[in-house]
């Protein structure tokens, strides 16, 4: 799984950090996206998918590998 988010496009919800706090957060000044891991765990992949799903914006997008 590899894991990207289009800063230019994120809504700044947070929604991504509530389901996986591991691979996302945001940065201070506006909120946007930040991905902290692009390659997660598989103990990860499902709540990743969870958050792309619910991404507002549609700014996460995941390759599965």
């Known amino acids: 799984?590899?894991?990207t988010a289009d800063q230019?496009?994120?809504a700044s919800s947070g929604q991504c950090v509530g389901f996986a706090p591991r691979v996302?957060?945001?940065r201070d000044?506006?909120?946007v996206v930040v991905v902290l891991?692009?390659?997660p765990p598989?103990?990860?992949a499902?709540?990743?998918r969870q958050a792309a799903r619910?991404?507002?914006?549609?700014?996460?997008?995941?390759?599965?590998?």
């Open 1 to 3: 799984m590899k894991v």
């Open 8 to 10: 230019d496009i994120c």
């Open 24 to 26: 996302f957060d945001q």
């Open 29 to 31: 000044e506006d909120g």
């Open 37 to 39: 891991d692009e390659s």
């Open 42 to 44: 598989e103990e990860l």
């Open 46 to 48: 499902e709540v990743v």
């Open 54 to 65: 619910v991404c507002p914006s549609g700014a996460i997008k995941i390759v599965e590998e």
